[in-house]
């Protein structure tokens, strides 16, 4: 959806291993978000980067690890120590123009289902 | 995805009236609020935003509202049509406390009847 690009759209993880999801954006983007998404609540912010090799906490960091070696990558890691990861997860990103009035961009998800 | 909105609260309208879907967000320092519309299973789109320098603003068939005093926000459809069945949630920005981040709220199900 408007050039970023999760995969897969369904992953499912068994107890005590770590999963990878990934989100690829053509936009020239600079910033890149990770939400996750349970039923009944809004979206939560995971991790977020605004630039390459550098990246913050969200609200609900723990248990997930991120990297930004690419300015069109943002991969997330779910961990073993997430003990309840199924969730539908957001990737996002935004321009970063340095203007308070930016959207965010969407992909179209992964559900995250364990096993 | 497929599972979103289970305990959502739930605006039911016939098709053709107007629609009017409330928010109300958190932080006064707030000075950006987004509209974003989520069918089941996609991402969120963008519908409209405003600023926190206004008070009204129009789009195709949408208006937002925001109403500062009591940190409310509106989001106003007008003849509601099938196609506008979906979750809707509002987002505000924080820029002023350094998060450069959208904070989003739990969302309201539209359901539109024929």
């Known amino acids: 959806d408007g050039g970023i690009t999760q995969s897969p759209k369904y992953l499912f993880r068994k107890e005590g291993q770590n999963v990878t999801l990934s989100c690829e954006q053509n936009l020239n983007h600079d910033a890149m978000y990770w939400y996750r998404q349970d039923p009944g609540q809004g979206l939560r912010l995971i991790y977020y980067s605004q630039i390459v090799n550098d990246f913050q906490k969200g609200d609900i960091a723990e248990g997930y690890s991120v990297s930004r070696e690419k300015k069109e990558s943002f991969p997330l890691t779910v961990t073993s120590a997430q003990k309840n990861p199924t969730a539908f997860y957001l990737c996002?990103?935004?321009?970063?123009?340095?203007?308070?009035?930016?959207?965010?961009?969407f992909g179209s998800g992964t559900q995250l289902s364990v096993l | 995805g497929e599972s979103v909105g289970l305990h959502l609260p739930t605006l039911s309208v016939q098709e053709g009236d107007n629609s009017i879907i409330n928010c109300a967000y958190s932080n006064s320092a707030s000075d950006y609020f987004i509209w974003y519309k989520q069918e089941s299973g996609k991402g969120p789109q963008f519908i409209i935003d405003?600023?926190?320098?206004?008070d009204k603003r129009q789009g195709q068939r949408v208006t937002v509202l925001l109403n500062k005093t009591v940190k409310h926000l509106s989001l106003q459809i007008a003849a509601t049509q099938p196609g506008d069945s979906a979750v809707y949630f509002c987002?505000?920005?924080?820029?002023?406390?350094?998060?450069?981040?959208?904070?989003f709220g739990s969302g309201t199900r539209l359901q539109v009847q024929p």
């Open positions: 405003i600023r926190s320098n206004m």
């Open positions: 987002a505000e920005n924080m820029w002023a406390t350094g998060r450069r981040a959208l904070t």
């Open positions: 996002a990103s935004r321009l970063s123009t340095g203007a308070t009035n930016e959207k965010l961009f």
